[in-house]
């Protein structure tokens, strides 16, 4: 199984302006990142984060709604990146 789709890699995507890497061992499937951009995250689709699908914003908004923390940013069109760990 390449490294890439083993449990606990984190995975990343980026585009010029945002970056943003998701880590599968943390996230609770609770459903809110592509219930608030789903034009962006769709379990369904591969990768299932299209980063260039949205404004870069809103993916911003909505990693900051991630509950686990699974999902973090980083805004390379300098801006500041970072998670929305709640526990
Ligand atoms: S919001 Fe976070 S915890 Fe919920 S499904 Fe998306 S990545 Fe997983």
């Known amino acids: 199984m390449p ?3 083993q ?3 984190a995975r990343t995507y980026r585009t010029e302006r ?3 890497t998701w880590a599968p061992q943390r996230c609770i499937h609770s459903g809110e990142c592509f219930s ?3 034009e962006v995250f769709d379990p369904r689709a591969r990768p299932w ?3 260039r699908s ?3 914003d809103l993916i911003e908004d909505t990693v900051a709604r991630c509950p686990s923390g699974a999902l973090a940013f980083y ?3 300098d801006r500041e990146g970072g998670t929305h760990d709640q526990r």
């Open 36 to 38: 608030n951009l789903p």
């Open 54 to 56: 949205g404004d870069p």
């Open 7 to 9: 449990e606990g890699v």
């Open 75 to 77: 805004r390379i069109d």
């Open 49 to 51: 984060i299209r980063i």
């Open 3 to 5: 490294a890439r789709m």
């Open 18 to 20: 945002i970056e943003v």
